[in-house]
């Protein structure tokens, strides 16, 4: 079976050198599960809903490769990336008598797959797993690059490793069950590449939001690939954020603020960083960084992907105090990535005035 509209995107970084495959099909295709670690047991970690589409397909794909397939189910959902779902999946291993040779196996979003990737870089002190990312937004961003963490009620991601995985493999097809909402908040990450590293990307998606929102396989196809070369290409300089990675969180200091000031799962986090990005940009253009029509461009692609360009309403107060915790945040300033210009960011401190500033104009009355 040979998947369509395939690729692969190959990772460098000291922590590992992988392969992102990215095709429709590519969930059954026996060709993605060869040449990875041999072990005795490989585990599916997942949630209900997604295993219920494709734990099978993939736990019979994986049958071809290990001699035991098990699987360990987690809650659905941002409220539950925390310590006692990560314990589900040291319980599993633990009571299966999984050895340090054990494989795991992220199949869903960037919930499942953070999770997996932290239990996977902590158990044993560390085994081997593999993406297998089923959310536009973990196809394009979370599976790739090592990042792993859960949520602490005072902080998003904030408990975590940095550990890479042995591959990852999209399959496009999976994106077709994905809900309206979920896609959109997706393309928030995707639509992030533009402003940080790649304009002529950003006339593209503008170009095809319609047909990316419609599911069109292969505008999906490009925006996934162009997408995963941008993270490959930062994260393969600069794997641990000692700098330039954290362009990579451009719209996230707000994001997470009003993901966690909003309580975690009201907003999504790609809807969270949609609208962090139109912040971001109106910051980058009250510093004189870019001028208001380019404010104007991403808030008008933002909202045409299906994401929020207002802010929720917050004190000021509250807002400080949860941009804080951000993990850029440096001897308790807050520092934010900035658009330079259009294609190129930067990260910076800016004035508290300013920042409410900001915040307030684009805030729902
Ligand atoms: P998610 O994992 O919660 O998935 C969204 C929803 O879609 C869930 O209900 C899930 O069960 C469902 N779902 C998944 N695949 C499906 C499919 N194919 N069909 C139908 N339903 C499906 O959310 P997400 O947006 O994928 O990931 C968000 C998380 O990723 C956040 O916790 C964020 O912090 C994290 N993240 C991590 C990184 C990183 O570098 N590690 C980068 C960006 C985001
Ligand atoms: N999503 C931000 C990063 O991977 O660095």
Redesign the pocket.
Known sequence: MHADHASTVTVTTPGGRYDIRIGGGLLADAASWQGLPAAAHAVIVS????NA??GDALHSALSGAYPRVSRVLLP???AY?DWNSLNLVFDHLLAQGCDRKTVLFAL???????MA?FAAASYMRGVPFVQV??????QV?????????I?HPLG??MI?AFYQPARVVCDLA??????PR?LS??LA?VIKYGPIADMAFFDWIEAHIDALRAGDRAALAHAVRRSCEIKAEVVGQDERESGLRAI?NFGHTFG?AI?AGMG??AW???EG?GCGMVLASALSAELGLVPAAFVERVARLVERAGLPVQAPSMPGARWLELMRVDKKAEAGSIRFVLIEEPGRAAVRPAPDELVLRVIARHTAA
């Open positions: 949630n209900p809903v997604v589409l494709y659905d959902g941002e990336k869903g979003g960037g919930v499942v797959g953070d990737g990312p089923t959310t536009l937004l973990a961003d979370s599976s790739v690059g090592g990042k792993t963490a949520n998003k991601n975590g999976t994106l077709a069950t994905l809900p979920e908040a997706g990450e990579l997470h993901e975690y799962g999504l986090h790609g960083v």
